[in-house]
């Protein structure tokens, strides 16, 4: 029976080998435990990387988990390693993102009504970045693309599900302050 | 792209263009610039400065989109509708106020413009975190233990020999020989017979090509080979009486390009 | 100043990125400190890393530090990189590996001819699955490959050997009936 501290252990080198983000399952599986005790070793194993003699953090993306470096060293690291930079987002291209981040999956022509203004443009640089995908096609006349937003939105927004955004209903309030 | 607008105040204000693309968002800056509530609009004023921006873009011969010409018109009914009577517009009141479904429209737009703020400061605090490329392993293929029986492979078979005879339409035993012929082509008698004398120096053809433990077709183009090899000289044919067996002998190694060659003459027969 | 836990952390993170081999001369610069101070915090650091719950360490290799894995995780990490394949095989690769069992060594064009149909993609799966292997070439204008089954062929169809198949003969004879 392995310790908690060798899980750990374990756990930190799949990730650090895999880069990308691991689902739950697989690291279940590798191990051979159940879900329930991975996740709450994954869970502690959070909090201790927010020690400040930890560079990485581990961030928990839908059902997968991936280390990434932390905002605050992000000086010192570009310094030996400079990073791609891709273009920032246009103020189109985000609202459209978060027209689809709030009622995905959701077709273009509900984009487009709206923002009041033809989006292709926004939609075509979101497919492009990978931040947002296809999701089937509506059942309606025409069989509309409907568009989903993909874990590497998730991945760049810092967020570990849609859930995590605020409710639509406090986006009204947000500016009476 | 700049454009000049001139202002009631006469501070000429700079608006960049592309600012603005859509008429929500054009409609929001004059909102805010006029300190205007969505609930609260003042029609008159903000379709004036509207349609003023509108000719501006005219003249500097812009294409405007159709989207700013609709709300254009948009605005100018519900300008007028209100230059009518109450009376007038409670006669009418089975058509949706105009009115109405623009604030509708505004305030549903006002919320994605708030979120998108609201992304848009994530991704800043977020596009400091550098990842690590993913280390290059492969990954190793397990194939499960799925039991396979012999009976599919045996239907399989046979399915494919019906298919065959149906679609040739011809006795049974051609997709047999079909089979066969590969197997018992000359060629592969005479790779045959070349690997027996890596070990032995003769052989009896009837004990090593026998009839009643191969295929009639084996032993024929066996026969045939020890013919090809003998009219290579290659080997040597003895018989003492008609029906004894046949010793076939080596004469020479046969070297693989010789084999080649004899197999060139041999597929020409 | 940065406190050596935030220099700790700092360096976690350029190495991280990093993946080779990192000398210190780049790291004293990025941070910007003597080399002698960052050296004796980069001994302190390997310390840290053999613990336990850490699952990767710090390597010196000449003037450079590199992260890698523990070996003794090694055999839980490479278990996520194993892909399970349960397919069952197609009616073709069924056929194919038919005719093959039946007739081997032969060639595609054989089983084509048989097949009536392209057998390509049946005989590529075959060999990924090793049920059949190559078996040399013909010899016939082109030189095409033979094919044959293999032990794996015979482990999973139960057989200890090829003879084990229900003979030709009583195949075709059981369509009489």
């Given at each position: 029976?392995?310790?908690?501290?060798?899980?750990?252990?374990?756990?930190?080198?799949?990730?650090?080998?895999?880069?990308?983000?691991?689902?739950?399952?697989?690291?279940?599986?590798?191990?051979?435990?159940?879900?329930?005790?991975?996740?709450?070793?994954?869970?502690?194993?959070?909090?201790?990387?927010?020690?400040?003699?930890?560079?990485?953090?581990?961030?928990?993306?839908?059902?997968?988990?991936?280390?990434?470096?932390?905002?605050?060293?992000?000086?010192?690291?570009?310094?030996?390693?400079?990073?791609?930079?891709?273009?920032?987002?246009?103020?189109?291209?985000?609202?459209?993102?978060?027209?689809?981040?709030?009622?995905?999956?959701?077709?273009?022509?509900?984009?487009?009504?709206?923002?009041?203004?033809?989006?292709?443009?926004?939609?075509?640089?979101?497919?492009?970045?990978?931040?947002?995908?296809?999701?089937?096609?509506?059942?309606?006349?025409?069989?509309?693309?409907?568009?989903?937003?993909?874990?590497?939105?998730?991945?760049?927004?810092?967020?570990?599900?849609?859930?995590?955004?605020?409710?639509?209903?406090?986006?009204?309030?947000?500016?009476?302050? | 792209?700049?454009?000049?607008?001139?202002?009631?105040?006469?501070?000429?204000?700079?608006?960049?263009?592309?600012?603005?693309?859509?008429?929500?968002?054009?409609?929001?800056?004059?909102?805010?610039?006029?300190?205007?509530?969505?609930?609260?609009?003042?029609?008159?004023?903000?379709?004036?400065?509207?349609?003023?921006?509108?000719?501006?873009?005219?003249?500097?011969?812009?294409?405007?989109?159709?989207?700013?010409?609709?709300?254009?018109?948009?605005?100018?009914?519900?300008?007028?509708?209100?230059?009518?009577?109450?009376?007038?517009?409670?006669?009418?009141?089975?058509?949706?106020?105009?009115?109405?479904?623009?604030?509708?429209?505004?305030?549903?737009?006002?919320?994605?413009?708030?979120?998108?703020?609201?992304?848009?400061?994530?991704?800043?605090?977020?596009?400091?975190?550098?990842?690590?490329?993913?280390?290059?392993?492969?990954?190793?293929?397990?194939?499960?233990?799925?039991?396979?029986?012999?009976?599919?492979?045996?239907?399989?078979?046979?399915?494919?020999?019906?298919?065959?005879?149906?679609?040739?339409?011809?006795?049974?035993?051609?997709?047999?020989?079909?089979?066969?012929?590969?197997?018992?082509?000359?060629?592969?008698?005479?790779?045959?017979?070349?690997?027996?004398?890596?070990?032995?120096?003769?052989?009896?053809?009837?004990?090593t090509f026998d009839l009643r433990k191969r295929h009639r077709l084996d032993v024929i183009s066996g026969f045939l080979a020890v013919?090809?090899?003998?009219?290579?000289?290659?080997?040597?044919?003895?018989?003492?009486?008609?029906?004894?067996?046949?010793?076939?002998?080596?004469?020479?190694?046969?070297?693989?390009?010789?084999?080649?060659?004899?197999?060139?003459?041999?597929?020409?027969?």
């Open positions: 029976m392995l310790d908690q501290k060798t899980i750990e252990g374990i756990i930190e080198a799949m990730l650090f080998v895999h880069g990308d983000p691991l689902p739950l399952s697989k690291i279940c599986e590798a191990i051979g435990m159940d879900e329930s005790s991975v996740y709450a070793i994954l869970e502690s194993m959070m909090k201790k990387y927010s020690a400040s003699d930890r560079g990485i953090q581990l961030r928990k993306i839908k059902d997968s988990y991936q280390f990434c470096t932390k905002q605050e060293y992000a000086s010192y690291v570009s310094k030996i390693y400079v990073k791609h930079i891709s273009q920032t987002l246009s103020n189109a291209a985000f609202e459209t993102l978060a027209i689809i981040a709030y009622n995905e999956p959701v077709t273009k022509a509900t984009i487009e009504q709206i923002r009041g203004v033809s989006s292709d443009s926004s939609v075509t640089k979101l497919l492009e970045r990978n931040l947002i995908r296809e999701a089937g096609k509506l059942d309606a006349p025409g069989r509309p693309v409907l568009y989903e937003t993909t874990e590497e939105f998730l991945r760049c927004f810092g967020l570990s599900s849609l859930d995590e955004l605020p409710p639509v209903d406090t986006l009204l309030n947000a500016d009476k302050k | 792209m700049i454009l000049q607008v001139s202002e009631q105040t006469d501070n000429p204000v700079l608006l960049k263009l592309n600012n603005f693309e859509g008429p929500f968002e054009l409609l929001f800056h004059l909102l805010e610039k006029n300190e205007m509530d969505i609930y609260d609009i003042d029609i008159n004023a903000i379709a004036d400065q509207y349609l003023e921006y509108l000719s501006g873009m005219e003249r500097l011969d812009l294409d405007i989109a159709s989207e700013f010409l609709v709300m254009a018109a948009t605005l100018l009914h519900i300008k007028s509708r209100m230059l009518l009577p109450d009376k007038k517009v409670q006669e009418d009141e089975e058509e949706p106020d105009p009115k109405e479904e623009l604030v509708i429209r505004l305030l549903e737009y006002k919320k994605y413009k708030t979120a998108a703020e609201i992304l848009k400061d994530k991704e800043e605090k977020w596009k400091d975190c550098f990842y690590k490329v993913p280390e290059a392993v492969e990954y190793r293929r397990e194939y499960e233990n799925t039991p396979m029986s012999i009976s599919d492979l045996a239907d399989a078979y046979r399915y494919l020999h019906q298919a065959f005879v149906n679609k040739s339409n011809k006795n049974r035993k051609n997709i047999v020989s079909l089979l066969k012929h590969e197997l018992y082509s000359v060629k592969n008698k005479l790779k045959e017979i070349t690997e027996l004398f890596r070990r032995k120096k003769e052989f009896n053809f009837n004990r013919l090809e090899l003998a009219k290579f000289h290659k080997v040597t044919l003895n018989q003492r009486n008609i029906n004894d067996d046949i010793i076939v002998r080596k004469v020479d190694d046969i070297k693989l390009t010789e084999l080649k060659e004899i197999m060139e003459e041999s597929t020409e027969v």
